[in-house]
């Protein structure tokens, strides 16, 4: 079995791991695009004069500006949290009149 002719690849691409390659835009840049594509109707345009993809877009959205959320996202997030936090306030309150009467039960008298 002769090797002759054929082309080896890197152990890198041979075991199946590639190379990152360095990314096109810096920070700075990735966040002017970002502004860019937050005006009116902007996200589709700035992706077309940058030549990315609008999942990019979205994928720099999400890690460089977290705290970017849509509004009503938002909103829902917040009225979930509260009901939750409500939820537990009522457990923890239940509890507490449990052991409170227990306690009052074996001592007798009020606390």
Not at 2 to 18: D, F, I, N, W
Not at 47 to 70: N, Q
Not at 73 to 102: F, G, P, T
Not at 105 to 110: I, Q, V
Request: proline share 4%.
């Amino acid at each position: 079995m002769s090797t002759e002719g054929c082309t080896r690849l890197p152990k890198q691409v041979a075991h199946g791991k590639r190379r990152r390659m360095p990314s096109r835009f810096s920070k700075e840049k990735k966040l002017q695009i970002l502004r860019e594509g937050s005006a009116e109707g902007g996200v589709t345009r700035a992706c077309r004069k940058y030549r990315i993809s609008v999942s990019t877009f979205y994928r720099w959205r999400a890690k460089h500006l977290p705290g970017d959320m849509d509004p009503a996202r938002h909103l829902r997030s917040l009225q979930l949290e509260n009901r939750r936090l409500k939820h537990r306030v009522a457990e923890l309150s239940l509890d507490y009149s449990i052991l409170r009467s227990a306690l009052v039960n074996d001592r007798g008298s009020e606390c």
